[in-house]
């Protein structure tokens, strides 16, 4: 007796998180997967395509190619990438003496255009069951408007709102995923000293500060599952892998690499002025050192215990 399929399209899959999200349905029998990309010949996409998945050249910013992308589909994930166009942008502003909330206005325009395109896109597929968003917590309603330069938790967010407000019937197929700070997240690991040729992970949080940490590429495919086949929609999930402080953090990293390393609390003008980033990146940490939660802002946030089968 056959059993008849069901199809996640995954938006963003040869990214860190789709093509986690890809491989996850991948091994299961009762889905098909459909990735949406533009460029076919990355090996990201060859090797997902070596999977099974079904590759579709698909534009976020036109809508006509999302709707024939989400035909007959069940499930949709969306991310999508806000630095891929806030590098070339922020190039671009440097050569022009511009700052680089140029290149930030830029990227916030183009990536919650695509969102809403996606969204909308979404709403008019009669066969979907769950829509799952990546998304972050808006820095500046974390800081309580203190933070606004930063835009690319802004565009996350941007798009909940959207859904929650101008599309109620998607509002209610729909659930977020909060990623934690990536584990290979170079802001979050430590670096030699050239001086001492001693480790040190430098932040501006006191050692026993708590930070969520994911392997992205590895483990968001079983949280967007446990949200699209066992849990009902309209959840919040903080996904992790671990939530360590940083002072486990570095004893952690030690035990690892077999390396001596300390942490050292530094303020964000010291690392403003040794890293040279700028505050796109450097506000949100700000934020939550002034004691904004990770996830501030957002209402009836659950965590990995509280889902069905842990997220397994």
């Known amino acids: 007796m056959s059993t008849t399929k069901k199809t996640i399209a995954v938006v963003g899959a040869t990214g860190n998180q789709g093509s986690s999200v890809a491989r996850t349905f991948l091994a299961l029998s009762n889905w098909n997967v459909r990735c949406l990309t533009r460029d076919p010949s990355k090996p990201i996409a060859k090797e997902l395509a070596s999977l099974g998945a079904e590759f579709i050249t698909a534009d976020l910013s036109d809508r006509s190619s999302l709707a024939k992308a989400f035909d007959s589909v069940h499930a949709i994930f969306l991310n999508t990438d806000f630095w891929q166009t806030w590098r070339p942008a922020k190039a671009a502003a440097d050569a022009a003496g511009q700052g680089f909330e140029v290149a930030s206005a830029t990227a916030f325009e183009v990536e919650t255009s695509q969102r809403k395109n996606v969204a909308d896109a979404a709403a008019a597929v009669p066969t ?77 949080f006191e050692k026993g500060h708590k930070m969520p940490i994911i392997n992205a590429k590895q483990s968001t495919g079983r949280f967007v599952r446990a949200l699209v086949e066992d849990e009902q929609a309209g959840k919040f999930l903080l996904a992790y892998d671990t939530y360590p402080t940083f002072e486990e953090v570095v004893k952690d990293w030690a035990k690892v690499n077999g390396k001596e390393v300390m942490y050292v609390k530094v303020s964000i003008d010291d690392i403003r002025t040794k890293s040279g980033l700028t505050d796109e990146h450097l506000e949100p940490l700000a934020a939550f050192a002034e004691g904004a939660s990770y996830t501030a802002g957002i209402e009836g946030v659950v965590e990995p215990h509280h889902l069905v089968n842990k997220g397994e």
């Open 128 to 204: 979907l069951e769950r829509l799952i968003v990546s998304t972050l917590p808006s820095v500046e309603k974390a800081s309580k408007g203190k933070y606004r330069r930063s835009m690319h938790s802004q565009a996350k967010a941007w798009v909940v709102d959207y859904i929650v407000d101008e599309l109620p019937e998607l509002a209610k197929k729909t659930s977020y995923i909060i990623l934690g700070a990536y584990h290979d997240n170079a802001l979050v690991l430590p670096r030699e000293d050239p001086s001492s040729g001693k480790y040190v992970l430098a932040l501006p």
